[in-house]
């Protein structure tokens, strides 16, 4: 594949210059320039001024190839003299795969990277009820994070009724590093769903040890690499999978999210009970679907009632952190497969959700009626 600039031909060109460029171009999954990690295979120059670049893949399936060829085309046409670029791909060896995955790991081969020393924010975003929104508003939440320049994961722990592949449009699975699995991109965001996982619509049915297990793996075994914010979009109400996580990660944060509706503010109250209970962090409510908007008149009607956010916040002792209308531009977005927060960025939903996301607080865990690290000797 070729990406060639319109300069007249030169004889003159630095290959070291070339590898340089090509070298610092970053894996969008690694998160690594190609030099650092080994992906950068032979580079030559030929007379005219071409310059050829061979990337060394991680599996010759990458689904980043398309967009390797357009960074390292761009990279190394600033280099004076270059006349074009030619870039081939070649696949690495499993010893190769294996050294790079241990790198990635850091040295750690158990556990995952999100424990107490982390300065990755853990928010849980958990809902009462199904269909309340919770993981339409988990989506734009991170996408309007990426856009503010934060590294930005989503873990699509909603592992009966996933919906992250569908609302961010990627549907391949991910690349597997020998046991380490890299995070689709879209949008700026890191994502791992179940939904990478498995064919077309398989039921999954993982209960006790097994969801256990998947979770840890989730944390674990996916290349996240260093997040400034993860988002764990949880199934909704107080099940398996939201105590497994407060196991893991004992300072994830509690998003809640609720309509106005007192039927799914009080199932919501379940869930923030039970994470006060827990003394797991609480960062605050997000109330959707508050009132519809009309897309011709701008009127906005309570659809759902009004106040269940207000109370909820209260009942737990949290903030209102916000009040995203219904309307038609959140709803139509998801179904496209493109976030809002990029389909529709003027759209009532989305102007909120980005203030929401703008002004996100970091709770900490309280130590009050935690059992401090003492042993006896
Ligand atoms: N503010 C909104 N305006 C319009 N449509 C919305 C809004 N919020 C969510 N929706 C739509 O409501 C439906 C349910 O949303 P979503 O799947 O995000 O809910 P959920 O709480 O994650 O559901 P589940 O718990 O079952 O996974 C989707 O069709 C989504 O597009």
């Given at each position: 594949?070729?990406?060639?600039?319109?300069?007249?031909?030169?004889?003159?060109?630095?290959?070291?210059?070339?590898?340089?460029?090509?070298?610092?171009?970053?894996?969008?999954?690694?998160?690594?320039?190609?030099?650092?990690?080994?992906?950068?295979?032979?580079?030559?120059?030929?007379?005219?001024?071409?310059?050829?670049?061979?990337?060394?893949?991680?599996?010759?399936?990458?689904?980043?190839?398309?967009?390797?060829?357009?960074?390292?085309?761009?990279?190394?046409?600033?280099?004076?003299?270059?006349?074009?670029?030619?870039?081939?791909?070649?696949?690495?060896?499993?010893?190769?795969?294996?050294?790079?995955?241990?790198?990635?790991?850091?040295?750690?081969?158990?556990?995952?990277?999100?424990?107490?020393?982390?300065?990755?924010?853990?928010?849980?975003?958990?809902?009462?009820?199904?269909?309340?929104?919770k993981s339409t508003v988990t989506a734009n939440l991170a996408v309007a994070l990426a856009q503010q320049?934060?590294?930005?994961?989503?873990?699509?722990?909603?592992?009966?009724?996933?919906?992250?592949?569908?609302?961010?449009?990627?549907?391949?699975?991910?690349?597997?590093?020998?046991?380490?699995?890299?995070?689709?991109?879209?949008?700026?965001?890191?994502?791992?769903?179940?939904?990478?996982?498995?064919?077309?619509?398989?039921?999954?049915?993982?209960?006790?040890?097994?969801?256990?297990?998947?979770?840890?793996?989730?944390?674990?075994?996916?290349?996240?690499?260093?997040?400034?914010?993860?988002?764990?979009?949880?199934?909704?109400?107080?099940?398996?999978?939201?105590?497994?996580?407060?196991?893991?990660?004992?300072?994830?944060?509690?998003?809640?999210?609720?309509?106005?509706?007192?039927?799914?503010?009080?199932?919501?109250?379940?869930?923030?009970?039970?994470?006060?209970?827990?003394?797991?962090?609480?960062?605050?409510?997000?109330?959707?679907?508050?009132?519809?908007?009309?897309?011709?008149?701008?009127?906005?009607?309570?659809?759902?009632?009004?106040?269940?956010?207000?109370?909820?916040?209260?009942?737990?002792?949290?903030?209102?952190?916000?009040?995203?209308?219904?309307?038609?531009?959140?709803?139509?977005?998801?179904?496209?497969?493109?976030?809002?927060?990029?389909?529709?960025?003027?759209?009532?939903?989305?102007?909120?959700?980005?203030?929401?996301?703008?002004?996100?607080?970091?709770?900490?865990?309280?130590?009050?009626?935690?059992?401090?690290?003492?042993?006896?000797?």
């Open positions: 594949m070729s990406l060639l600039s319109r300069r007249p031909p030169s004889a003159d060109v630095d290959a070291d210059a070339v590898r340089g460029a090509a070298g610092a171009v970053r894996d969008p999954e690694l998160h690594l320039d190609l030099d650092e990690a080994g992906m950068l295979g032979d580079v030559t120059v030929d007379h005219d001024g071409t310059a050829h670049v061979t990337v060394r893949l991680t599996t010759p399936t990458c689904p980043m190839r398309e967009r390797l060829v357009a960074d390292v085309g761009t990279a190394v046409d600033t280099v004076p003299g270059v006349t074009g670029v030619r870039v081939k791909f070649d696949a690495m060896t499993d010893g190769e795969r294996m050294s790079l995955a241990s790198r990635l790991r850091g040295g750690r081969e158990d556990g995952h990277p999100f424990g107490p020393d982390a300065t990755t924010h853990v928010y849980a975003v958990a809902s009462g009820k199904g269909g309340v929104g320049g934060k590294r930005v994961g989503v873990l699509d722990a909603d592992v009966w009724g996933w919906s992250v592949p569908q609302l961010f449009g990627v549907r391949h699975p991910p690349v597997a590093l020998k046991g380490l699995m890299l995070p689709l991109q879209a949008h700026g965001v890191s994502l791992m769903s179940v939904g990478f996982l498995v064919q077309g619509d398989e039921p999954v049915v993982w209960r006790g040890p097994m969801l256990h297990k998947a979770i840890e793996q989730f944390l674990g075994d996916v290349h996240w690499g260093d997040l400034d914010v993860l988002l764990i979009d949880l199934p909704p109400g107080t099940g398996d999978v939201t105590l497994t996580l407060l196991e893991l990660i004992p300072d994830a944060q509690l998003l809640a999210v609720t309509t106005p509706q007192p039927a799914a503010q009080t199932v919501a109250a379940r869930v923030g009970r039970m994470a006060r209970d827990a003394r797991m962090p609480i960062a605050g409510v997000i109330e959707n679907m508050s009132t519809l908007v009309c897309s011709s008149c701008d009127a906005e009607t309570p659809l759902f009632g009004e106040g269940g956010g207000a109370r909820l916040a209260a009942g737990i002792g949290t903030t209102l952190l916000g009040q995203v209308p219904l309307d038609l531009p959140l709803r139509t977005a998801g179904d496209l497969g493109l976030p809002a927060m990029v389909a529709t960025p003027d759209a009532p939903s989305v102007v909120e959700l980005r203030r929401i996301a703008a002004s996100l607080p970091v709770v900490r865990r309280s130590l009050v009626g935690r059992s401090l690290p003492l042993s006896v000797v």
